[in-house]
């Protein structure tokens, strides 16, 4: 039997996971090959924090970031905790989409465990991995509005996000880790993408 509503149809399929998911309150109900794409594309955000940090205003560029790469800014370890969970995360949700394609059919435990796990990382990778990414970037804009924009904010009680941070976070390393990241999750969704296809086809 076919159904023309996709959401109906994993409510009545056979399987426990799809009703379960089918039945969650989320707004992070999309196939997971899908999100884990979109975590990339975050990734892919957080990598160009060191292109963008280049051509923030030379006054500012020239007193706190002298060589952008090699910088070491407060604003580098927000960019780092985006990355950490959203690359976390991202392995998280490839787990489940494995688990789920090579277990064979689930029983309604397991199913529950995996829907259970699914919703922790999506919660984690877009709610908190996403609002890492987004403060790290409100920090940038900052420095794009001129010294007197960042003077204001120091004003208004706010701590200075280019000041060198003591964790010795550079730059650099948080771009390159959040590139090799974006396409390990990009390499990571096409796979589960195929795996899926093969096994509900089957």
Request: charged residues 15%; glycine residues 8%; proline residues 5%.
């Amino acid at each position: 039997m076919s159904f023309d509503d996709p959401i109906a149809e994993k409510i009545l399929s056979d399987s426990p996971y799809e009703r379960l998911r089918a039945r969650q309150l989320s707004y992070f109900v999309q196939p997971i090959d899908r999100k884990i794409a979109w975590q990339s594309y975050l990734l892919f955000t957080l990598a160009g924090l060191l292109p963008v940090l280049a051509v923030l205003p030379s006054n500012l560029r020239q007193t706190y970031l002298p060589s952008v790469a090699a910088s070491s800014p407060k604003l580098a370890f927000v960019a780092l905790v985006a990355v950490v969970f959203v690359s976390g995360t991202g392995v998280g949700h490839a787990l489940v989409e494995y688990a789920r394609i090579t277990r064979g059919p689930l029983d309604e435990r397991q199913a529950r465990e995996l829907v259970t796990f699914e919703s922790l990382c999506s919660m984690l990778g877009f709610g908190t991995g996403g609002l890492a990414t987004f403060s790290t970037y409100a920090l940038v804009l900052l420095g794009f509005g001129g010294r007197d924009l960042l003077q204001a904010f120091l004003a208004a009680g706010g701590g200075n996000p280019f000041e060198p941070s003591s964790l010795g976070v550079t730059v650099g390393f948080v771009a390159i880790v959040a590139l090799l990241s974006a396409v390990a999750l990009q390499t990571l969704s096409a796979y589960l993408h195929v795996r899926a296809v093969l096994a509900d086809g089957a």
